[in-house]
């Protein structure tokens, strides 16, 4: 059967295709006629992709923790499809325990795929957004990357760094043409309690109803969540194509309330505390010209 391929299809690159958002995004941007580079640390785990969509599919190995496969993901999307309209951030996976229950050992690897993957790969490819002067950055936070939580240190840790890093290319990539978007799913019915998630192996039983809870739901909800991975990757796909896509997608009933909860804390203490908020500052004239300077570079990234 021959595949019929759009001309105005877009080339996605994706990290973390195995499972989750990374799977189900390459299934329905193949269905839909799009064109695909899936990655995997294993790519036996997703060469059914490109064996069912031969033309518009493309199997590569990457390892976001190693910069070589990341470059070779790179140049084997430019060879077949002479471009990238848009990398999808997506490999990571999170750590539950308290801060101080957690060894370096089991926090660094949080880190090294979580922000510094995300990042080794973000650079390779912004040369050619530049090049473009087109296309879309996806970053996939989590409402855990605006709210902490007990028992999700290191990795709200990881997707805070996310959010500020996401932000800050943001405001550097309006002028360029291209635009970046941070997803922050609530909870979803993907392998994030499973697989893709891991415990600190010691316990401290002064934590048992703070970060304990958090283990309990760790062992205890998964296959339980209340997102539809099929309902989030569709909104994902709408909002990159939208003719002017959010700065942030927060997606799920819960992460919605939460981070409207937030947001009426935040602004009772800002309103509480305005006035010595304010007074922290030089007297009027000596700050005028550096508000004026900040207020510069905060209007750039509004671009």
Same mark, same amino acid.
């Given at each position: 059967?021959?595949?019929?391929?759009?001309?105005?299809?877009?080339?996605?690159?994706?990290?973390?295709?195995?499972?989750?958002?990374?799977?189900? *995004? +390459? !299934?329905?941007?193949?269905?839909?006629?799009?064109? /695909?580079?899936?990655?995997?640390? =294993?790519? #036996? @785990? &997703?060469?059914? *992709? +490109? !064996?069912?969509?031969?033309?518009?599919?493309?199997? /590569?190995?990457?390892?976001?923790? =190693?910069? #070589? @496969? &990341?470059?070779?993901?790179?140049?084997?999307?430019?060879?077949?499809?002479?471009? /990238?309209?848009?990398?999808?951030?997506?490999?990571?996976?999170?750590?539950?325990?308290?801060?101080?229950?957690?060894?370096?050992?089991?926090?660094?690897?949080?880190?090294?795929?979580?922000?510094?993957?995300?990042?080794?790969?973000?650079?390779?490819?912004?040369?050619?957004?530049?090049?473009?002067?087109?296309?879309?950055?996806?970053?996939?936070?989590?409402?855990?990357?605006?709210?902490?939580?007990?028992?999700?240190?290191?990795?709200?840790?990881?997707?805070?760094?996310?959010?500020?890093?996401?932000?800050?290319?943001?405001?550097?990539?309006?002028?360029?043409?291209?635009?970046?978007?941070?997803?922050?799913?609530?909870?979803?019915?993907?392998?994030?309690?499973?697989?893709?998630?891991?415990?600190?192996?010691?316990?401290?039983?002064?934590?048992?109803?703070?970060?304990?809870?958090?283990?309990?739901?760790?062992?205890?909800?998964?296959?339980?969540?209340?997102?539809?991975?099929?309902?989030?990757?569709?909104?994902?796909?709408?909002?990159?194509?939208?003719?002017?896509?959010?700065?942030?997608?927060?997606?799920?009933?819960?992460?919605?309330?939460?981070?409207?909860?937030?947001?009426?804390?935040?602004?009772?203490?800002?309103?509480?505390?305005?006035?010595?908020?304010?007074?922290?500052?030089?007297?009027?004239?000596?700050?005028?010209?550096?508000?004026?300077?900040?207020?510069?570079?905060?209007?750039?990234?509004?671009?």
């Amino acid at each position: 059967m021959t595949q019929s391929i759009s001309t105005n299809a877009k080339v996605w690159l994706i990290t973390g295709t195995s499972s989750g958002f990374g799977r189900e *995004l +390459a !299934e329905q941007l193949l269905g839909a006629g799009e064109k /695909v580079v899936a990655t995997a640390r =294993k790519t #036996e @785990t &997703i060469a059914d *992709l +490109a !064996e069912t969509h031969p033309d518009t599919a493309l199997v /590569v190995a990457l390892d976001v923790t =190693k910069e #070589e @496969t &990341i470059e070779a993901a790179l140049k084997a999307a430019l060879d077949k499809f002479g471009r /990238v309209d848009v990398l999808v951030n997506n490999a990571g996976y999170g750590l539950a325990g308290a801060v101080e229950e957690a060894t370096e050992a089991e926090f660094m690897p949080v880190f090294e795929t979580n922000v510094f993957g995300l990042i080794r790969t973000t650079r390779a490819f912004l040369p050619q957004f530049r090049k473009q002067k087109s296309g879309s950055i996806v970053n996939l936070s989590s409402i855990g990357g605006l709210i902490g939580s007990p028992g999700w240190g290191y990795y709200n840790a990881s997707k805070f760094a996310v959010n500020g890093f996401s932000e800050a290319l943001a405001a550097e990539m309006a002028l360029l043409g291209v635009h970046v978007m941070i997803v922050e799913p609530g909870p979803f019915r993907t392998e994030f309690l499973g697989s893709s998630g891991k415990e600190a192996e010691e316990r401290i039983a002064d934590y048992d109803e703070t970060a304990g809870k958090t283990r309990q739901y760790f062992q205890e909800q998964s296959g339980k969540q209340p997102g539809d991975p099929v309902k989030a990757v569709k909104a994902i796909i709408d909002a990159v194509n939208a003719a002017e896509p959010p700065k942030h997608l927060v997606l799920g009933k819960l992460a919605f309330d939460r981070m409207q909860a937030r947001l009426e804390v935040w602004k009772k203490d800002l309103a509480a505390w305005e006035t010595t908020s304010l007074g922290a500052d030089f007297d009027k004239a000596d700050a005028a010209a550096g508000q004026a300077a900040y207020a510069d570079t905060r209007q750039a990234g509004k671009a």
